[in-house]
């Protein structure tokens, strides 16, 4: 089964709104990593956590992730249109095996 | 520096025909990934690559699909008899270090099985 389950599975906000995904996971992980796939095109690696790191952040971004929970989550603040995307949490695990979600629709609103 | 090449963009072809996709992953990069990502799920680890060797292809249905990466650096996926369900795009990746970047993935061929 897949790893790495999101939720919400779809989000609608408007523009200017924080959009918070969440992201689940059952084994151990060596660390964690955000993707934003536009429709129709290929993914885009956002950021990456490590197992022994607790929050990272990158423009916009924030991430957290709690290993004794086995779950991450990703902050986009002050969002735009063009973030409007599909988002994937995927964990890597030992051997370089990335693994991904099912992923969370985001929809911001103009 | 450049991304990760795929080719074709676009395949239809009938049940039971073969198919071949082509991946060139980013100079250096020793890591090659094969996904398949059936519209509206997340991508699915098909076969993972470590220069030429395969690392792991668990989830390879190795009845009908193959990979090569020949000398470490451009890999091949073929289908071979494609049925329905193999309708789906797929995603070449390379990772420069796995553990310390993201992986870039390709902008996939999108397989449409009629």
């Known amino acids: 089964s897949q790893q790495g389950e999101e939720d919400p599975q779809a989000l609608s906000i408007q523009e200017g709104e924080n959009a918070t995904m969440n992201c689940s996971y059952k084994?151990?992980?060596?660390?964690l990593q955000w993707y934003r796939q536009n429709s129709g095109r290929g993914l885009v690696h956002l950021i990456l956590i490590r197992s022994n790191e607790r929050e990272k952040h990158s423009g916009r971004l924030r991430v957290t992730l709690d290993t004794s929970k086995k779950s991450s989550s990703l902050l986009i603040t002050a969002s735009r249109a063009a973030d409007t995307a599909s988002y994937f949490c995927a964990k890597e695990t030992s051997g370089s095996r990335l693994t991904f979600g099912e992923g969370t629709q985001l929809t911001v609103n103009p | 520096e450049a991304g990760v090449a795929q080719s074709p963009r676009y395949k239809i072809i009938e049940k039971r025909q073969s198919v071949a996709f082509w991946c060139n992953p980013i100079?250096?990069?020793?890591?090659l990934y094969w996904y398949q990502q059936i519209l509206g799920q997340g991508p699915k680890l098909l076969i993972q690559?470590?220069?030429?060797?395969?690392?792991?292809d668990s989830q390879l249905p190795k009845d009908r699909f193959s990979a090569e990466r020949l000398k470490g650096v451009d890999s091949t996926l073929k289908i071979q008899p494609a049925k329905l369900e193999d309708s789906a795009v797929y995603l070449c990746?390379?990772?420069?270090?796995?553990?310390?970047?993201?992986?870039?993935f390709g902008s996939g061929t999108r397989l449409t099985v009629v």
């Open positions: 990746a390379s990772s420069l270090e796995w553990g310390t970047y993201g992986y870039t």
């Open positions: 100079s250096g990069h020793a890591t």
């Open positions: 084994t151990s992980i060596n660390n």
């Open positions: 690559f470590q220069n030429n060797g395969v690392v792991d």
